[in-house]
Nanobody, 126 residues
Framework: QVQLVESGGGLVQPGGSLRLSCAASGLTLDDYAIGWFRQAPGKEREGVSCINNSDGTTGYADSVKGRFTISRDNAKNTVYLQMNSLKPEETAVYYC???????????????????WGQGTQVTVSP
């Protein structure tokens, strides 16, 4: 059974940084693409970043390019999302998700992913 557990969320001031972790179990991480998504109250879930299951190619939403970095440590079965220069409008619950896409593929659409974590709250506020 695939299980994903996010951690690392919290309260941070605007301009601050957080590193989220997504610990995976019940799967071999390098067989899966991993996506990070976020959902603010009253808004739809949106894709933030994705890393594929082949050569580690990454993708980012335009709004986070240059500030967020996704990475994976297959030995630890963990994917990370380093978030820098955070903005108040990025306050949301952040989720990681896993899917066995064809090699080299990744997706920013939540409906493409079948396994989800429970989410971690990120609050950006003075």
């Amino acid at each position: 059974q695939v299980q994903l557990v996010e951690s690392g969320g919290g309260l941070v001031q605007p301009g601050g940084s957080l590193r989220l972790s997504c610990a995976a179990s019940g799967l071999t991480l390098d067989d899966y693409a991993i996506g990070w998504f976020r959902q603010a109250p009253g808004k739809e879930r949106e894709g933030v970043s994705c890393i594929n299951n082949s050569d580690g190619t990454t993708g980012y939403a335009d709004s986070v390019k240059g500030r967020f970095t996704i990475s994976r440590d297959n030995a630890k079965n963990t994917v990370y999302l380093q978030m820098n220069s955070l903005k108040p409008e990025e306050t949301a619950v952040y989720y990681c998700a896993a899917e066995t896409f064809t090699r080299y593929y990744c997706s920013g659409y939540p409906w493409d992913f079948g396994s989800w974590g429970q989410g971690t709250q990120v609050t950006v506020s003075p």
